[in-house]
């Protein structure tokens, strides 16, 4: 079984910055491609960022130049920092990773994270 974790998530003034963690643990032969996702009330879930496992990273267009997402293979952990943070982003964030396990390689979500942003 695997498990991911976000933290990281709160309230935050326009032009704040966040960083978000998401932990992966269980039984992890490799994860491979790691992502965020949002989804705002009344919307629905979207992609923020992506990173392959060499590293390759793809951003919605609404937050390129702002987010950054990078990850730590040795602790299992992709994290996404936030700045110059918007009221628009304010969202649910969800980590997702395809984690290779001894039943084949299948996509694991967080629980998600409140992030909010005050005008």
């Known amino acids: 079984q695997v498990q991911l974790v976000e933290s990281g998530g709160g309230l935050v003034q326009a032009g704040g910055s966040l960083r978000l963690s998401c932990a992966a643990s269980g039984s992890i032969f490799s994860l491979n491609a790691m992502g965020w996702y949002r989804q705002a009330p009344g919307k629905q879930r979207v992609l923020v960022a992506s990173i392959t496992i060499a590293e390759s990273t793809n951003y919605a267009d609404s937050v390129k130049g702002r987010f950054t997402i990078s990850r730590d293979n040795a602790k299992n952990t992709v994290y996404l920092q936030m700045n110059s943070l918007k009221p628009e982003d304010t969202a649910v964030y969800f980590c997702?990773?395809?984690?290779?396990?001894?039943?084949?390689?299948?996509?694991?979500w967080g629980q998600g994270t409140q992030v909010t942003v005050s005008s």
């Open positions: 997702n990773a395809d984690v290779k396990t001894t039943l084949g390689i299948r996509r694991y």
